[in-house]
T-cell receptor
């Protein structure tokens, strides 16, 4: 198993541009999570899906952020328009079950908005 | 509300010395508890987890952790640290509602 795959690894974009981050979870994992990591706020859960359905998006900071999961093997996190304060490392993680299983994280996407 | 506290921001130990990283949680019932490690530029890797049974759990890379209900703690230990253990360590708690709350992390430096 290749694990959770995220792309791109690094993204540099100008303020106001649209940014799309991609994630392929582990096959058979029913849960998918998007986290954001910054020095100031640590690891924050943005949104999570169960069987491709968004369950909790209360962590999504603003309407500029949106996430989709069109099928069990693919999810996107989109920021439109991007702002410098969105600069962070964005992690995708997946899990087979609720609660007791740890999550498997991808290597993250480091986003820099200039 | 559940929360996780890692009181040590940064710890420095000598290679070969023992290690203990502290973690305290706040939750009404027994939560699911986890320790993750993050090397620079990498994602988080699960070291070990506890959800029931024996309060001393073994993990990968020679790490172990002990759940102490009376102290609301889940401290991570390793008897002899290797230089490759230098990384950031995160404690996390999950109430079962599938929202994993992370502590702020402890950065470990290993000196030769």
């Amino acid at each position: 198993d290749a694990g959770v795959i995220q792309s791109p690894r690094h993204e540099v974009t100008e303020m106001g541009q649209e940014v799309t981050l991609r994630c392929k979870p582990i096959s058979g994992h029913d849960y998918l999570f998007w986290y954001r990591q910054t020095m100031m706020r640590g690891l924050e859960l943005l949104i999570y899906f169960n069987n491709n359905v968004p369950i909790d998006d209360s962590g999504m900071p603003e309407d500029r952020f949106s996430a989709k999961m069109p099928n069990a093997s693919f999810s996107t996190l989109k920021i439109q328009p991007s702002e410098p304060r969105d600069s962070a490392v964005y992690f995708c993680a997946s899990s087979p079950r609720q609660g007791r299983d740890g999550y498997t994280f991808g290597s993250g996407t480091r986003l820099t908005v200039v | 509300a559940q929360s996780v506290t890692q009181p040590d921001i940064h710890i420095t130990v000598s290679e070969g010395a023992s290690l203990e990283l502290r973690c305290n949680y706040s939750y009404g019932a027994t939560p699911y508890l986890f320790w993750y490690v993050q090397s620079p530029g990498q994602g988080l890797q699960l070291l070990l987890k506890y959800f029931s049974g024996d309060t001393l759990v073994q993990g990968i890379k020679g790490f172990e952790a002990e759940f102490k209900r009376s102290q609301s703690s889940f401290n991570l230990r390793k008897p002899s640290v290797h230089w490759s253990d230098a990384a950031e360590y995160f404690c996390a708690v999950n109430s079962g509602a599938n929202n994993l709350f992370f502590g702020t992390g402890t950065r470990l430096t290993v000196i030769p």
